[in-house]
């Protein structure tokens, strides 16, 4: 049974590229949230989807970023225009979504993103 | 006032002791609380859940909720250097939205 898969594990942009990053959630779980993190920070919420709907995205930033979970295929989060301080790993994690009690998420291994 | 507060540590314990991890956390309506180790440049990995008040044993880690008081423990015992991590503790508000402290330093001295 495979973990939450992420890709790419390293990714580096200029400044004003795109940057895209996929998450393909555990076998069974129909639930993905991404976070980002910076070095000695804990995790931000960014959002939470459901397969082909945005659930909660009152953490991603207004411009330039936007996610989805397409009916098939993996999650994407897409940064346009990138900044340096959009520098930072991003981790997605996946969850059963069946009982609000016991909803524990798994994460994937993370995508660094540097932007130069 | 963080939504989810932990202190940041470090905490630094030797080798067999018991380490003792707090975490308080705002919003009333949350219902379930984990605790999430991660290692210096790997991902989260979930330890433990719980959503009622009382403790949850798991081996060598036992997880404490008091509702009344927002507050959650993680006590790891016979503490061991490969214990040396960040611990995230974490609440899951009505939806499914899951907001994470910043993390505690857990250090255990050999």
């Known amino acids: 049974n495979a973990g939450v898969m992420q890709n790419p594990r390293h990714l580096v942009r200029r400044r004003g590229q795109e940057a895209r990053l996929r998450c393909s959630p555990m076998k069974g779980h129909s639930h993905v949230y991404w976070y980002r993190q910076l070095p000695e920070e804990g995790l931000k919420f960014m959002v939470y989807l459901q397969k082909e709907n945005i659930i909660d995205e009152s953490g991603m930033p207004k411009e330039r970023f936007s996610a989805e979970f397409p009916k098939e295929g993996p999650s994407i989060l897409r940064i346009q225009q990138v900044v340096r301080g959009d520098s930072a790993a991003y981790f997605c994690a996946s969850s059963p979504g069946k009982d609000r009690a016991n909803n524990e998420q798994f994460f994937g291994p993370g995508t660094r993103l540097t932007v130069l | 006032q963080k939504e989810v507060e932990q202190n940041s540590g470090p905490l630094s314990v030797p080798e067999g002791a018991i380490a003792s991890l707090n975490c308080t956390y705002s919003d009333r309506g949350s219902q379930s609380f984990f605790w999430y180790r991660q290692y210096s440049g790997k991902s989260p990995e979930l330890i433990m859940f719980?959503?009622?008040?009382g403790d949850k044993e798991d081996g060598r880690f036992t997880a404490q909720l008091n509702k009344a008081s927002q507050y959650v423990s993680l006590l790891i015992r016979d503490s061991q250097p490969s214990d040396s991590a960040t611990y995230l503790c974490?609440?899951?508000?009505?939806?499914?939205?899951?907001?994470f402290g910043d993390g505690t330093r857990l250090f255990v001295k050999a």
């Open positions: 719980i959503y009622s008040n």
């Open positions: 974490a609440a899951t508000t009505g939806g499914f939205k899951t907001i």
